[in-house]
């Protein structure tokens, strides 16, 4: 196993890791496991708790503030004991599904030991495995939630300064994370050889990559049979050095100190791939003139 070179280092460590719990998910689970690690204490201790106990409790707390809010926002799940709501949250996938996404909130876990405590991991991976819980093919929720929950954690790390940042951060966002932002970070970890660490997100993310968009980008010999639309969160933000929106309006929140920039592009949803090509070109240019002025 290889990670590539050309990316930044933490997007190294990322593809080991997801390379690991990809083999785990590759192996036939012949015995039962037992709880040793977070995520399958979770598990018991949410079974101990009772789930219909659970939602009962949370709708409550909804009522009583009459805000909507979700089951997962983040001011609810800081007044709810984490070792309650994990089995609601997986609740709709397979024991097998369920035992991987235990074993990836253990080696978070191990990762992210003395920097983050082990409530804040369980909290986020079980609110990214929400988030994520309309992936199309469920087999790969746990690689997904794994990898999205682990980028969110570093991100969270580096807002609260537990974690320094080595090179510049950049954000992309657009609305559905599958077309323009997926192209704009693609095309930033290629012109940059891995010099910038880039993420990128949607204020409405759709459930997959556009086509015509990773046809474009292997032209040019960008992989992203690897990536997949994320939400947009607000520790990602809080980490950026620098935001650029792409047609979101105002989902992303302002924070002092960052620099923001709203580039104006044609949406390549639906677009045959030669017009795809046209956006990714213009793209490229302004991608190139962003690595001048941070790299200078």
Known sequence: MVADRRL??????????DACLVAGLCLDEAEEPQARGIGDRLQRAGEVFGGVGLE????E???GRGDGRDLLHPSILTDINVLDIMPLVVKALDPVTQHHINQAAD????????ILSQETIARY???????????????????LA?????????????AEGILGKTQPEVLFVCVHNAG???????????????????RSAGSAPSSEINPAVVEAMKELGVDMSEESPKPLTDEVVRAADVVITMGC??????YPGKKYADWELDDPAGQDLETVRRIRDELDGRIRALVAELLR
């Open 107 to 114: 080696r978070l876990a191990e990762e992210f030991e003395g």
């Open 146 to 158: 794994h990898r999205f929950c682990r980028e969110r954690l570093r991100a969270l790390a580096q």
């Open 249 to 254: 309006g105002d989902a992303c929140p302002i």
């Open 8 to 17: 930044a280092e933490p997007e190294r460590l990322g593809q080991v890791a």
């Open 61 to 63: 707390r909804r009522a």
């Open 125 to 143: 991976m079980a609110e990214s495995t929400e988030l994520l819980s309309g992936a199309r093919v469920n087999n790969f929720v746990p690689v």
């Open 180 to 198: 323009r932002s997926q192209m704009a970070a693609g095309l930033l970890k290629l012109r940059s050889g891995g010099r910038i660490n880039v």
């Open 56 to 59: 009962r409790r949370l709708q």
